[in-house]
């Protein structure tokens, strides 16, 4: 697997993210358009692959994901609507 699974993209704010390895303190970072930091969550439990997130507040509009790990770095974009 060379990337992560994000669903239901798009979504209401809440969505799930799926890690395709494990990893100690692998870092999610969410961002909008303009490159604001909108939810950074660091992930200390490397059995810790599926991780829910709700930025149900946040405004409807297209969001980009980051997930930096030990070995890789996976991109996506996230739309709310």
């Given at each position: 697997?060379?990337?992560?699974?994000?669903?239901?993209?798009?979504?209401?704010?809440?969505?799930?993210?799926?890690?395709?390895?494990?990893?100690?303190?692998?870092?999610?970072t969410i961002m909008?358009?303009?490159?604001?930091?909108?939810?950074?969550?660091?992930?200390?439990?490397?059995?810790?692959?599926?991780?829910?997130?709700?930025?149900?507040?946040?405004?409807?509009?297209?969001?980009?994901?980051?997930?930096?790990?030990?070995?890789?770095?996976?991109?996506?974009?996230?739309?709310?609507?």
């Open positions: 697997i060379n990337s992560f699974k994000v669903y239901p993209n798009p979504n209401n704010g809440s969505f799930s993210i799926e890690i395709p390895e494990k990893e100690y303190n692998a870092i999610i909008d358009l303009s490159g604001r930091l909108v939810a950074t969550r660091k992930l200390h439990n490397s059995n810790e692959q599926k991780v829910d997130i709700d930025l149900k507040n946040i405004a409807k509009g297209t969001y980009l994901m980051m997930v930096s790990t030990g070995n890789n770095i996976y991109r996506e974009k996230v739309v709310v609507w």
